[in-house]
Structures are given as C-alpha cells and as structure tokens.
C-alpha cells in the first residue's frame, strides 16, 4: 500500500515510509487525531475523559502518540470497545507489545489497535525530534485534529499553528487556557458536534497512491 498527502505543499515531511501491525485498511478510514498537552487544567481533564467516552460510544476512529499522561488515558477509555484505534509510535514498531502504561497486548492480539510508525525497527528510543515527526505523521493521517489543551508556548502550541496555517481543521475545548488557539482559528468544540459527520467532511491523506510507501510489520 502506499499513501500521500492530499494537500499540494507539505512542508512537513513530503515522503513517509511507514510500517505496520495490525490491518493497516484502518488508515483508510476517516480519523480523528487527538493530542493534549502533558500537564492540562482540570477542567479540561474532565471535558477529555468525557470526549473519549463519546469517540468510542460513537465509532470515531481515533489517532495519537498517546504519549501524554491525558491521551494515555483516552487511550485506556478507547480500547473498551471493539472499535479500532491507531496508535502512532515515535520508535520502532514493538517486538512485545507494552503492558504499561496502558496493556495493549489483547488489543493488538484481537486486531482493534493497529501500530503505525515511520521509523524502522533499528529506532527503539523516543526523544524530542522522532515525538516531533511523529506528531506531524498523526495530523497528516487524520482527517481532522482535537487538541485538548495546548501549553502556551510549547512544542504542542507550535504543532497547532502549524496545523492552522496549512487550513486542516482544528477543535479544542472552550475554556480560558485555549484563548490562544481560538484566536489563532481553532474550531470550539461543542457538545452538539457531530464527529462523524465532521471526520468525513475533511481528508488526510491518501490511501493506495504513489508516494509514500506502508509496508506490514511481522
């Protein structure tokens, strides 16, 4: 299979060799990229923890590093139901899947959380740069980003103005700690969103054309 972006200039990263495990016919799928900010009010945990809850009671199909403390957390909400989940690492693909610290290992088993990375298996380590790239690579695949909570200033902010500028549509939470983001274009999320309809409204990139190349791990 092979993929590339729907967007004319990608400024980002204009060839993704990415690799698989799991049914990698999900990345075709419209998707919802979700990202939070290591440290978020608690306000804005509550408004996430309830987010996911409507994203797997839904069928949204989700995408993220779930790094972060929050998105490590959705990701726990998202895996209790039998809808897939793409999880996008910023190493390697996993010899053994983690247990910790979210157990991943029956979802994969089970086919509902497919891995996605675009480094090779010689990468084992995450840091600062491969997180970066790893980012771009989830708003690229998504349809389109959520973002609970960006830290003024940080690499979270920059992504989202990145993502503003290139006219991919952007929610976050209405809420005081978003004040940047709202000014800078980002859609507010209300509780009347319809996510499915809005998921496949937009694109990300493309399935089964020439460009970037995805081949299965083992």
């Known amino acids: ?104 290992r029956l979802a994969v088993n089970e086919g509902r959380l497919v891995m996605v990375t675009p480094f090779p298996d010689t990468v084992r380590y995450i840091t600062a740069e491969t997180a970066t790239t790893r980012n771009r690579l989830v708003v690229e695949l998504a349809s389109i980003v959520v973002v609970s909570h960006a830290a003024h200033g940080g690499k979270m902010e920059t992504l989202c103005l990145d993502i503003l500028a290139e006219d991919k549509p952007l929610y976050t939470f209405d809420h005081s700690a978003n004040t940047a983001l709202i000014e800078a274009g980002a859609i507010k999320i209300g509780e009347s969103t319809n996510w499915q309809l809005v998921a496949s409204a937009s694109t990300g990139a493309s399935i089964g054309r020439a460009g970037t190349e995805i081949s299965s791990g083992s």
């Open 1 to 104: 299979m092979k993929i590339r972006p729907k967007r004319g200039n990608n400024t980002w990263h204009p060839t993704w060799v990415l690799r698989t495990k799991g049914d990698e016919t999900v990345l075709n799928r419209s998707k919802v990229a979700l990202f939070c900010s290591v440290k978020c009010p608690g306000k804005l945990i509550l408004d996430t923890y309830d987010l996911a809850k409507r994203f797997r009671d839904d069928g949204i199909t989700v995408i993220s590093g779930f790094h972060s403390p929050m998105e490590q957390e959705c990701l726990r909400i998202l895996l209790r139901s039998q809808n897939p989940v793409i999880w996008c690492l910023a190493r390697g693909l996993y010899h053994r899947i983690p247990s910790k610290p979210v157990d991943c």
